[in-house]
Each structure stands twice: as structure tokens, then as C-alpha cells.
């Protein structure tokens, strides 16, 4: 009995058209992480702005638990404790929730800042118009808020993006678990994990970009 | 001002108390306030002027005492009754806070369309009438930004009106003003203090004190110290504290 072994041939094409499939999961979970952790990080922000006591303290304590931990260990503790309650967990929702709960307390932490920036005099203007709590927030803080919030956070979504690089750990095939991938079969490490860091750049300088541009727009209230 | 000084009660104040941690602000205030009345609290500062005000439209709370509007009592914790109380109380401040987001229109239809359920066609029509009224028409989609203290200041009192509030307070409203701007803006109070709007203002302007209030109320260490109609008061303080704080304001 013998064994043939097989090197394939990867082109430089092969490798990155490789990677390119890989890299739409990237793009995917970031997604997933930025949309579900801005829906509940907006949520937390809501409590977080309340002046129910026990509730604020809650969501300090959860935003600290997720900033004082590593995205690893976060990742880990989706994907193996999970299990350990019986719910199987495949890699993708492992990932999926732990990068939404981390983003979550992110976002909730910088929101809570830019609200936090908001004058006083604003609130008791709009408490002396007889709106409501969340009218308060929703039609004069929030949108205040939102124009100084756009730059760290569109700078934290291009810092999701690449900590979903650490979604390879567990068996998540995005576009680092590619590149570790193709490496095995092709011993290129430079070339493919220079795609790799290309793909990753070609995804987060948009979006950079895209914040500068933005913040420029929304500085000036008037038109 | 109105011939006929209508009698019946807008606000009611008894006893009313209030602590910063351990500095007492409040210290038992009592006052009946007349419908239509003008009134001007004059006093130091920290000698709580500005506390009462916040605590007749419940941007703060007191500690004891009770506060009526129009015969309903104040209660703090029920949203449901701050949100009428709210709406027959307008407040304007110090330093304006209008909302720089939204224009000088939306500024002002912006509570009576959410909180009164008015049309955006009608807050539209009114937010004109009021904004004629304080002579900025023209201004309707211009940013606050875009506009003077003074002018700013007359968007925030036509803001106030716009919810037809029955009692109107004032938080030393000229005082962030540069002087040249600060008639404008009295002007705008005065006109309202003549078509028997009740008015409560904390104010430095003496002399408009004196010419536009029924009753000038001088505050000490969070007390009702000394009142009275503004000709006696002025000419005739009783109290050394008022014959202090006067003496202090023209040397």
C-alpha cells in the first residue's frame, strides 16, 4: 500500500478567488455582529439612560464584563460553554452571539458617551414641552447624539471586522481560517496571508473613509 | 395689563422644602400666585430663585411641601400628570436650549404635534402666528444657530407659547444676552404681561421689574423674605437684607 501524494498547484488567481469566498463570511458576521449588537446595544442604552438605578448598574456591569474579557475567551465561552448546557452551538451561532453580545457593549459604551455629551438644558427643554421619556430621546438627544457617535462608531465596526478574524478558532471558516487553510495546502504563507491582510484592508478602508465623510457632512446643522 | 385681575389661583405653593444634600435651597416657601399675575423674584444667588421655578414645572423635585397648578397638585412621579401639568407651564431659559438639530419651525411644532396631537398643517399656521408675533417670521426655516441671542431667545419664548401654556416662567432670560439684544427680548415679555399671561420671572433686570410686575418677590436663604407691589418695594425695602441686596446692585 502506498500513498500518492498530491501537491496542488495554486495560482496566485486560485488563492485569492479562494479567499474572496472565505471573505464574504467575513463580511457576513461582521454584519451580523454590527446590526444585532446595535440593536441591543441601543436597548442597553435605553435602560442605561432611564433613572432606574438597579437597571444602570446592571448594564455597567455587563458593558465591563465584555471590555474587561478577551473576544477569545468570549468566543470560547459562546461556542464550548453553550454545549456544556446541552445546546449545541454550531461555529456559526457560537460567533454570531458572541460577537453581537461584544459589540453590543461596545456601542452601548461610546452611545452612552455621546448622549452623555449632550447639554443638560437640551433634556429640560424637552421635559418642559411636556414629552415623554422616550420622546426626549428620540426626537432631540438621540439625534444629537447620533452626529457625534458616527466617527468611533464606524471606527468600531472596522475593529469588528477584523475581530472576526478570531472566529477561526473555533472552526468558523472566514477569511483567516481561509488563509490558514490555503497555507496548508499550498506553503505560500507570504502570499496568501498577504491576500489576506489585502482583503481585510479593501473591506476596512471603505468604511474608514466612509466615517471621514460622514463626519464632515453631519458637522454642520445648517444647510 | 388686563382691567379685571382675574382672582382665581394659577399657582399655590405651600411649605414647600428642598435639599441639595446638605444645603437647604428651599426653606418653606409659601405663595399664591393669581391668574394673570406678573410677578418678578429678585434675590442673591443661591438664594434658591431659581429652584422655586424648576420646582413649579418639576425639573425638580421639592422634599416636602405642596405645589398646585391651576387647582391640580404636582406629583412628581406620575408621568401621566407632569405631562398635563407640563403642558399649561412653559418654561424658558437662561441659555435658551433650543434644539439645533431642528429649524426654527420645527423647534416650535415640534411639542404641539407630538404631546397635542395638533396637525403638522396647523403647528405650521400657529408657528408662523407666533413667530410674527415675536417678529421673526422670515426666520421660519433658518437654524437656531443661524440666529442672534436675542433672536433665539424670542424663538424660545414663541416655542413656550406654542403649547398655550397658562402660566409662563422665565429663567433670568437676558442674562446671556449681550446688553444691545436684551430690550428685544423684554419687549417680547412685556407684550405678553399686558394680554394677561401669568408670569413668573427670575430676573436682574430691576428696572423692568419695577415696570412690568404686579408683585416683586425678594428671596433670602431660601425664604419668601420680603414682597410686595414694585413701587414699595423698591422705594420702602423693609428688611435689612433688601436694603443690602439693592444697595449692592446700584453701587
Known sequence: ?223 | MSTVVDSTTAIDIQGLYKSFGQVRVLNGIDLKIAAGEVIAIIGKSGSGKSTLLRCINGLESFDSGQLFVQGQPLQYHNAKAMRTLRQQVGMIFQSFNLFPHLTVGQNIMLAPTLVQGISAQNAKTRALELLRRVGLAEKIDAFPEQLSGGQQQRVAIARALAMSPSVLLCDEITSALDPELVGEVLAVVESLARDGMTLLMVTHEMGFARKVSDRVIFMHQGRVHEQGAPETLFQYPRTPELVQFLSSLTS
Open chain 1, 1 to 223: 500500500m502506498y500513498l500518492v501524494r498530491r501537491v496542488v498547484e495554486f495560482s496566485i488567481w486560485d488563492i485569492l478567488r479562494n479567499l474572496l469566498l472565505a471573505a464574504r463570511w467575513t463580511i457576513v458576521l461582521s454584519l451580523i455582529a454590527f446590526v444585532g449588537g446595535g440593536l441591543v446595544g441601543l436597548g442597553l442604552l435605553v435602560v442605561r439612560t432611564t433613572q432606574m438605578r438597579v437597571l444602570q448598574r446592571a448594564v455597567s456591569i455587563y458593558v465591563s464584563l465584555f471590555q474587561g474579557t478577551p473576544l477569545l475567551m468570549q468566543l470560547f465561552l459562546a461556542y464550548f460553554g453553550l454545549a456544556l448546557f446541552g445546546v449545541e452551538t454550531s461555529a456559526w451561532t457560537a460567533a454570531a452571539i458572541a460577537l453581537t453580545l461584544y459589540s453590543s457593549a461596545f456601542l452601548c459604551e461610546i452611545w452612552h458617551g455621546c448622549v452623555q455629551a449632550i447639554p443638560k438644558g437640551q433634556w429640560e427643554a424637552a421635559q418642559s414641552l411636556a414629552l415623554n421619556f422616550l420622546e426626549q430621546l428620540r426626537f432631540i438627544v438621540l439625534p444629537q447624539a447620533a452626529r457625534i457617535a458616527v466617527p468611533p462608531t464606524v471606527g468600531f465596526l472596522v475593529q469588528v471586522v477584523k475581530g472576526t478574524a478570531l472566529a477561526s478558532v473555533i472552526g468558523f471558516v472566514e477569511l483567516t481560517k481561509a488563509g490558514t487553510m490555503i497555507t496548508n495546502a499550498t506553503f505560500k504563507p507570504f502570499v496568501v496571508f498577504t491576500c489576506v491582510g489585502l482583503l481585510y484592508f479593501l473591506i476596512c478602508y471603505p468604511i474608514s473613509a466612509y466615517a471621514r465623510k460622514l463626519e464632515g457632512q453631519l458637522h454642520v446643522y445648517s444647510r
